[in-house]
């Protein structure tokens, strides 16, 4: 690594235990959105919230590394935060319009193909095959996926699962991408990119996709607060940083929990209840998290994280 790209973060702790239970953190809060923008679509378009939120956070990472000094991007960083920008947006935004042709329980289930689609990608780039813990905690917790995301039904139209597909590769190559810059790139600067790239990306694509809807309310605000600041500013922060330590399998594997949370706080906050097969699919995808974890097809006990 040449000193023009080394990455400045000595400020920022470097375990591979802290990585792994900052991303579960990531999790719950992307988790707890769910319910938080259920509630604000009710006032606002889902692609000009996309803008607002990602708005927002690209001020608030914008203020916080001024306030550390001097901000210096280099036309690499520049190029990398474009690329992941670019796939962060794709996601959001094929999973929003294949929404308008499929119903929420295939999406969930097609977005959820990243998980397979990241070890998949990553062994094609590396040349390097998944570990039969890491292979087992995927199918386990792509199987559990499958189940939380309910009865699929009949697709309204092949349109839509194709739109989604779109999305669950736009996140795998964002995860592996990130895992590749995110070791020569500044972390501050690198989230910065990638969430303002995707800011004026959705700026761009907000009266293009869908009809824009804005009826502004302290729920709507609230909403776009805590989304920008806690789950695309600071996620995004802590995400780069991580994927310095952690790999992109693993990292892929841990986002599965996000719709276990996304339940939980629906429970709490809505109501809402868990069926039987619902919560067979929850308990599959913790059981896929823990294999990986304690490597228990690779001949023993010792935590991933450790080694």
Same mark, same amino acid.
Request: proline share 5%; aromatic share 10%.
């Given at each position: @690594?040449?000193?023009?790209? &080394?990455?400045?973060?000595?400020?920022?702790?470097?375990?591979?235990?802290?990585?792994?239970?900052?991303?579960?953190?990531?999790?719950? /809060? *992307?988790?707890?959105?769910?319910?938080?923008?259920?509630?604000?679509?009710?006032?606002?378009? %889902?692609?000009?919230?996309?803008?607002?939120?990602?708005?927002?956070?690209?001020? =608030?990472?914008?203020?916080?590394?001024?306030?550390?000094?001097?901000? &210096?991007?280099? &036309?690499?960083?520049?190029?990398?935060?474009?690329?992941?920008?670019?796939?962060?947006?794709?996601?959001?935004?094929?999973?929003?319009?294949?929404?308008?042709?499929?119903?929420?329980? !295939?999406?969930?289930?097609?977005?959820?193909?990243?998980?397979? @689609?990241? %070890?998949?990608?990553?062994?094609?780039?590396?040349?390097?095959?998944?570990?039969?813990?890491?292979?087992?905690?995927?199918?386990?917790?792509?199987?559990? @996926?499958?189940?939380?995301?309910?009865?699929?039904?009949?697709?309204?139209? /092949? $349109?839509?699962?194709?739109?989604?597909?779109?999305?669950?590769?736009?996140?795998? /190559?964002?995860?592996?991408?990130?895992?590749?810059?995110? !070791?020569?790139?500044?972390? !501050?600067?690198?989230?910065?990119?990638?969430?303002?790239?995707?800011?004026?990306?959705?700026?761009?694509?907000?009266?293009?996709?869908? %009809?824009? $809807?804005?009826?502004?309310?302290?729920?709507? *605000?609230?909403?776009?607060?805590?989304?920008?600041?806690?789950?695309?500013?600071?996620?995004?922060? =802590?995400?780069?940083?991580?994927? $310095?330590?952690?790999?992109?399998?693993?990292?892929?594997?841990?986002?599965?929990?996000?719709?276990?949370?996304? *339940?939980?706080?629906?429970?709490?906050?809505?109501?809402?209840?868990?069926?039987? @097969?619902?919560?067979?699919?929850?308990?599959?995808?913790?059981?896929? /998290?823990?294999?990986?974890?304690?490597?228990?097809?690779?001949?023993?006990? $010792?935590?991933?994280?450790?080694?």
């Amino acid at each position: @690594m040449s000193p023009a790209h &080394r990455s400045d973060d000595s400020s920022l702790p470097a375990s591979p235990q802290a990585a792994t239970f900052s991303l579960i953190a990531i999790c719950l /809060v *992307w988790g707890a959105t769910f319910t938080v923008i259920k509630t604000a679509l009710d006032d606002v378009s %889902p692609v000009l919230f996309l803008a607002l939120r990602f708005g927002v956070a690209t001020l =608030v990472l914008w203020v916080g590394i001024r306030w550390r000094g001097p901000l &210096r991007i280099q &036309r690499k960083s520049v190029g990398a935060g474009a690329l992941l920008g670019l796939a962060l947006f794709g996601g959001y935004v094929f999973q929003t319009v294949g929404l308008r042709f499929t119903t929420p329980s !295939r999406s969930a289930f097609l977005t959820g193909l990243f998980i397979v @689609m990241v %070890p998949l990608l990553a062994a094609l780039a590396s040349r390097r095959s998944p570990s039969r813990s890491e292979i087992a905690g995927i199918l386990l917790a792509f199987l559990g @996926m499958a189940l939380l995301s309910g009865p699929l039904g009949e697709s309204q139209t /092949v $349109r839509g699962d194709l739109l989604t597909v779109v999305c669950a590769v736009c996140y795998a /190559v964002h995860i592996l991408l990130l895992g590749h810059f995110a !070791r020569i790139h500044d972390t !501050r600067t690198l989230a910065l990119l990638q969430v303002g790239f995707t800011f004026l990306l959705s700026v761009g694509a907000c009266c293009w996709v869908e %009809p824009v $809807r804005f009826v502004p309310g302290w729920r709507l *605000w609230l909403a776009v607060l805590f989304t920008g600041v806690l789950a695309t500013a600071l996620a995004f922060l =802590v995400q780069t940083w991580a994927q $310095r330590i952690t790999s992109p399998t693993r990292t892929a594997l841990i986002f599965s929990l996000e719709p276990v949370f996304a *339940w939980g706080t629906a429970f709490l906050v809505l109501g809402e209840q868990l069926g039987g @097969m619902s919560a067979a699919g929850a308990l599959l995808i913790l059981a896929g /998290v823990v294999a990986v974890e304690i490597r228990l097809f690779d001949g023993g006990w $010792r935590p991933a994280a450790l080694t």
